[in-house]
T-cell receptor, first 116, second 115 residues
Framework: DTEVTQTPKHLVMGMTNKKSLKCEQH?????MYWYKQKAKKPPELMFV???????INESVPSRFSPECPNSSLLNLHLHALQPEDSALYLC???????????????FGEGSRLTVL | GENVEQHPSTLSVQEGDSAVIKCTYS??????FPWYKQELGKRPQLIID?????GEKKDQRIAVTLNKTAKHFSLHITETQPEDSAVYFC??????????????FGSGTKLNVKP
């Protein structure tokens, strides 16, 4: 299984709603990532979990709250978002980059978020 | 930190021609350089990658070259086909002591292959 699975594929929410994005991988990867991507732009790193610990928070507003319940799952909790938060949210995973011949980033299909 | 620059931002070629996209990086610690293809509305997909101990890698019509001294790497697509039309991103990364890789992406190149 070389898949990173994200749900939901599409999400429309109001600015007062609370919702969550979910990501799952069964490749034994110990690093998991959340990226935000706007149209015609590269993916922009939000959070990195390594061995279930938050390793990077790229100064993301607190209305985005990540959670890593176990080594296979990654969630992104959304609350009181703004219309400018509308984007494609990509989850990714990778092997421990210190191991030889590793480092490839595996992306999920993404969750297309629209904030009204 | 690392800075990756990618050129050109758009590239139009005739079907059958070659396309070349170039990236430069700044951090000599970067040791892994993937290239991603992203079609409209889809996820980025790895098409080829190269590590810092290799100068060139080829996979059918796609090749990547790396010049560590000059800190640049390039994607070469030969015999382009309309289905090669997409946005291409280069990236540079190095492993962190905590076990993950931090990836720095170029700004992307929109390739249009005209039939």
């Amino acid at each position: 299984d070389t898949e990173v699975t994200q749900t939901p594929k599409h999400l429309v929410m109001g600015m007062t709603n609370k919702k969550s994005l979910k990501c799952e991988q069964h490749m034994g990867h110990r690093a998991m990532y959340w990226y935000k991507q706007k149209a015609k732009k590269p993916p922009e790193l939000m959070f990195v979990y390594s061995y279930e610990k938050l390793s990077i928070n790229e100064s993301v507003p607190s209305r985005f709250s990540p959670e890593c319940p176990n080594s296979s799952l990654l969630n992104l909790h959304l609350h009181a978002l703004q219309p400018e938060d509308s984007a494609l949210y990509l989850c990714a995973s990778s092997q421990d980059g210190r191991l030889p011949r590793t480092g490839e980033l595996f992306f999920g299909e993404g969750s297309r978020l629209t904030v009204l | 930190g690392e800075n990756v620059e990618q050129h050109p931002s758009t590239l139009s070629v005739q079907e059958g021609d070659s396309a070349v996209i170039k990236c430069t990086y700044s951090d000599s610690a970067s040791n892994y350089f993937p290239w991603y293809k992203q079609e409209l509305g889809k996820r980025p997909q790895l098409i080829i990658d190269i590590r810092s101990n290799v100068g060139e890698k080829k996979d059918q019509r796609i090749a990547v070259t790396l010049n560590k001294t000059a800190k640049h790497f390039s994607l070469h697509i030969t015999e382009t086909q309309p289905e090669d039309s997409a946005v291409y991103f280069c990236a540079a990364s190095s492993p962190r002591t905590l076990g993950f890789n931090k990836f720095y992406f170029g700004s992307g190149t929109k390739l249009n292959v005209k039939p």
